[in-house]
Nanobody, 115 residues
Framework: QVQVAEFGGGLVQPGGSLRLSCVVS????????MAWYRQAPGKQREFVAR???????SYADFVKGRFTISRDTSKNVVYLQMHNIQPEDAAVYYC?????????WGQGTQVTVSS
């Protein structure tokens, strides 16, 4: 059974940067697609970025050019590097397999944006 745990969220000023980490167990990240999702208060969970292989990634339009998804196969970790963070990026960020999201959802990591 695939399990995930997200880390790295926190308080950031508009325009700032964060790197989120997703520690994966029960499978190897080099063998499966992984994605980041987010959920803001009062909104549905939405797709942010997907890494199908080391060279194939896709992004939601609202993060293109600002966020980068990557992985470290030696650590079995998937990252989300976030630059130029905006107030609308505030949310709980989750990772999961993709497609589809078949792992048990983790607790997520909170990103708060405030000046």
């Amino acid at each position: 059974q695939v399990q995930v745990a997200e880390f790295g969220g926190g308080l950031v000023q508009p325009g700032g940067s964060l790197r989120l980490s997703c520690v994966v167990s029960g499978t190897t990240v080099s063998l499966i697609g992984m994605a980041w999702y987010r959920q803001a208060p009062g909104k549905q969970r939405e797709f942010v970025a997907r890494l199908v292989s080391a060279a194939v990634a896709s992004y939601a339009d609202f993060v293109k050019g600002r966020f980068t998804i990557s992985r470290d196969t030696s650590k079995n970790v998937v990252y989300l590097q976030m630059h130029n963070i905006q107030p609308e990026d505030a949310a709980v960020y989750y990772c999961n397999t993709s497609p589809p999201p078949s792992a048990t959802w983790g607790q997520g990591t909170q990103v708060t944006v405030s000046s």
